[in-house]
């Protein structure tokens, strides 16, 4: 009976360590995501005509938030962008989700020469990595107020001036090729004028299990095993 009691204790061990991730089991390799450390860790760029700013200013939820803005543009595209690089190997990863909070404050129409223009948005959050054939890409995901010609696919439409908060699905299953490198993190506005916020941007990386700690459960059951069929005997 002892016997029996104690294979049926190994086997739910083994178990709930083979199938159970604990929730705290993250890497979080973006540094001042919550911008209270400034910019730092950030490189402003930026393209095109206008006046373009990414400032670190003190409102948010709570505490600071980077600005993207550009204006005067006119009606030419252009870019405004806030960088970081990273460089995180997530090859294995069970799992791989990017989330920011986002406002948009204000955006201009869209150029209607650009079709489909699913990347010219006030706000993008964008992740760069290198893929499982060794190819750059990226993962993006746009934010506007008011929609033009090709808002179609991974964007999401939100009220002027309120935070929204996003998370990504698994990137690690979401995307046609699969992260393996991660190397860099974005914030930043496309368009003609616009003006948004970004705090709180994350990464989370669900880290692999300890082999260690698996195995020594699973050692745990050939003498186990044994010992039942002996008594059985």
């Known amino acids: 009976m002892k016997a029996h009691y104690a294979l049926l204790t190994a086997?739910?061990?083994?178990?709930s360590g083979l199938l159970a991730i604990p929730a705290a089991a993250y890497i979080f390799p973006v540094l001042n995501g919550d911008y209270e450390d400034g910019q730092n860790h950030w490189t402003?760029?930026?393209y095109g005509p206008g006046t373009h700013q990414t400032a670190v200013i003190l409102q948010g939820i709570p505490g600071s938030n980077i600005d993207i803005l550009n204006q005067g543009a006119g009606e030419v595209i252009n870019w405004t962008s806030a960088f970081q690089t990273l460089d995180q190997d997530v090859t294995g990863a069970p799992c791989l989700y990017i989330s920011s909070d986002v406002r948009v404050i204000s955006q201009t129409n869209i150029s209607p020469l650009h079709e489909p223009c699913d990347f010219e948005f006030p706000a993008v959050l964008r992740l760069h990595y290198i893929d499982d054939i060794g190819h750059p890409r990226m993962y993006m995901h746009g934010f506007y107020?008011?929609?033009?010609?090709?808002?179609?696919?991974d964007s999401t439409k939100v009220t002027a001036s309120e935070w929204?908060?996003?998370?990504?699905?698994?990137?690690?299953?979401?995307?046609?090729?699969?992260?393996?490198?991660?190397?860099?993190?974005?914030?930043?506005g496309v368009g003609w004028d616009y003006h948004s916020q970004f705090d709180n941007v994350e990464i989370r990386i669900c880290q692999i299990p300890e082999a260690s700690s698996l195995?020594?459960?699973?050692?745990?059951?050939?003498?186990?095993?044994?010992?039942?069929?002996r008594r059985r005997l």
Request: proline share 7%; charged share 5%; no cysteine.
């Open 145 to 153: 107020l008011q929609a033009t010609l090709g808002h179609v696919t």
């Open 11 to 15: 086997i739910a061990l083994l178990l």
């Open 215 to 229: 195995i020594g459960l699973a050692a745990l059951l050939p003498g186990l095993l044994i010992t039942r069929f």
């Open 164 to 188: 929204y908060h996003f998370t990504s699905p698994d990137l690690m299953t979401y995307l046609p090729f699969t992260p393996e490198h991660l190397t860099g993190v974005e914030v930043l």
């Open 44 to 46: 402003a760029h930026s």
